[in-house]
């Protein structure tokens, strides 16, 4: 089986910082695209911020410049630092992977079980 499980969200002031971090383990052969996705209290969920095997990154325009994703293939962990938090990014925060396991054919998507992350003050 594989888990992927995130770690730090919390309370912040608007203006404040907070870092994400997601681990995946289990029988992993590898992981291509990385991810954070949110979901707003009656909104969808929607992609923050997606980052290749290869380091190639892509920002949902509403958090570009702010918010910045990395990877350590190692320790097979995607990270969101995110800063000049506002208001309107508190949300559930979930990680994304996309991993090929032990014995599988083709790679699945997997999802953390998601961190809040509250902006207020």
């Known amino acids: 089986q594989v888990q992927l499980v995130e770690s730090g969200g919390g309370l912040v002031q608007p203006g404040g910082s907070l870092r994400l971090s997601c681990v995946a383990s289990?029988?992993?052969?590898?992981?291509?695209?990385m991810g954070w996705y949110r979901q707003a209290p009656g909104k969808e969920r929607e992609l923050v911020a997606a980052i290749t095997s290869g380091g190639s990154t892509n920002y949902a325009d509403s958090v570009k410049g702010r918010f910045t994703i990395s990877r350590d293939n190692v320790k097979n962990t995607v990270y969101l630092r995110m800063n000049s938090l506002k208001p309107e990014d508190t949300a559930v925060y979930y990680c994304n992977a996309d991993i090929l396991r032990i014995a599988s054919v083709r790679s699945y998507d997997y999802w953390g079980q998601g961190t809040q992350v509250t902006v207020s003050s």
């Open positions: 289990g029988s992993i052969v590898s992981i291509n695209t």
